[in-house]
């Protein structure tokens, strides 16, 4: 049978009668995929499977263990035989034909009425692949599409709204660099109609957006000042009201330092539907971008992210207990005299990572005492992470004489990355 004598179709088998003759492993599959489709299902064997036992004893479907006979077609709209046994496969399918029921014949490909391609689901979207009779060629072009389709490399984004409301998805969009978005973040934001922006970010993934995918830009962009707080609550509820899927594409993690809180909050309060996708926060990542993992055995056993000076207080003041700080390059200078107060030592390494992932990414390394000056000095600016304590001397950038051991495992993500 040549594929251009197929016709592919959806059958839509809710509440019908449908008759799967066999009880072994594949009978079991097809009367599993029937079911999902909501088929009235009756398996007709003398032997079934434990799992169709299991759904006959439960009332799924309804087991008739016996040898087939014609009658066993009366009022079925369609039939898959799949015995193990071509005689009876083909008496069953023949007896189908006189009647004019469709019939699968799992074990005639080439004689059989109807094939069963193979199926993936990715959200409402249902695929269905017949590949020229090639039952395994047909799975592995099923498994690649779905995943295509999972990780937002296929349009997945629908064109008719459905009448009901819209719905937000706050997604964490990782540090910047477009590899560093979750699969799932990426699937969200290709089905998105509106999405929400921020200055930080993947923000090359806005540039793959369909031409109608609105944008709109919160953040601080040069000449603009940032949308307030409020005014992002109220657009994300207002355009999900629209019946609008949105995505708020936030940079690094939704729930760091990102108001991702209050953003869901806002939208349940007024009855909109949110989700809520982590993502790699700059506090862990841009570290590692300059090759300084946050914890390291014999130098670092935990960490603490925090903005500033205020909260630094309450932050262990010892080398081994490393700081991070977000937004902090404005309060240096007095984030580094809280930490020398609370007996930091000062020459406690301390890094700074501006633009992560980024191609202008820049490392600067000094130590409590001196970094202030550092960074006055080369004009370091936001967007930066500033971290303190010994796991900096693991950094290829620290100078030679921080090296209290060897650490040349470790090497950044990103060899172009440069140092000052
Ligand atoms: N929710 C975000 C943090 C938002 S606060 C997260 O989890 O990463 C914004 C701060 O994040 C910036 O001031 C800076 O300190 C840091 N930041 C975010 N992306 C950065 C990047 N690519 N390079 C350096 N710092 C970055």
Not at 365 to 373: E, F, H, Q
Request: glycine content about 10%; aromatic content about 4%; overall charge negative.
């Amino acid at each position: 049978m040549a594929i251009q004598d197929i016709y592919p179709t959806a059958l839509r088998l809710l509440g019908r009668p449908v008759l799967v003759v066999g009880g072994g492993p594949v009978a079991e599959r097809r009367a599993k995929g029937l079911l999902d489709a909501g088929a009235k299902v009756t398996v007709v064997a003398p032997i079934a499977t434990e799992t169709l036992q299991s759904l006959d004893a439960s009332g799924l479907l309804s087991w008739e263990a016996r040898e087939y006979r014609t009658s066993d077609l009366d009022g079925v709209w369609f039939v898959q035989t799949a015995t193990g046994t071509s005689a009876v496969d083909t008496q069953v399918a023949a007896d189908a034909e006189a009647q004019r029921i469709w019939c699968v014949n799992a074990s005639d490909h080439e004689a059989s009425a109807a094939w069963t391609p193979a199926v993936a689901v990715v959200d409402d979207v249902k695929i269905a692949i017949n590949a020229g009779g090639d039952p395994r060629r047909a799975m592995a072009l099923r498994n690649a599409v779905a995943t295509a389709l999972e990780t937002g490399d296929l349009p997945l984004r629908r064109h008719r709204k459905p009448g009901a409301g819209g719905s937000v998805a706050l997604v964490g969009g990782g540090p910047g660099d477009s590899g560093l978005i979750t699969v799932r973040g990426r699937r969200l934001l290709g089905q998105a109609d509106v999405v929400v922006a921020d200055r930080l970010g993947p923000r090359e993934l806005l540039k793959e957006l369909a031409p109608d995918v609105r944008v709109i830009e919160v953040g601080k962009t040069p000449g603009h000042h940032p949308v307030p707080q409020l005014e992002i609550n109220r657009i994300l509820v207002d355009e999900a009201l629209k019946g609008n899927r949105v995505v708020r594409l936030k940079g690094g993690d939704p729930y760091v330092l990102g108001r991702g809180g209050e953003e869901a909050e806002f939208c349940r309060q007024n009855g909109v539907e949110v989700e809520v996708v982590s993502g790699v926060t700059s506090a862990i990542s841009v570290p590692a971008a300059a090759g300084i993992p946050v914890t390291h055995r014999g130098l670092a056993k935990g960490f603490s992210v925090v903005t500033g000076h205020e909260e630094l207080s309450e932050v262990p003041a010892r080398p081994d207990h490393t700081v991070v700080l977000l937004m902090g390059v404005a309060q240096l200078r007095d984030s580094a005299a809280a930490l020398a107060g609370s007996g930091l030592p000062l020459d406690t390494p301390v890094g700074i990572v501006e633009n992560g992932y980024l191609p202008d990414q820049r490392v600067t390394i000094g130590t409590l005492g001196s970094i202030a000056d550092q960074a006055e000095a080369v004009g370091v600016a936001n967007p930066a992470v500033i971290v303190i304590g010994d796991v900096v001397r693991v950094s290829p950038f620290a100078p030679q004489h921080f090296k209290t051991a060897d650490y040349s495992t470790i090497t950044p993500n990103r060899p172009r990355v440069r140092s000052n």
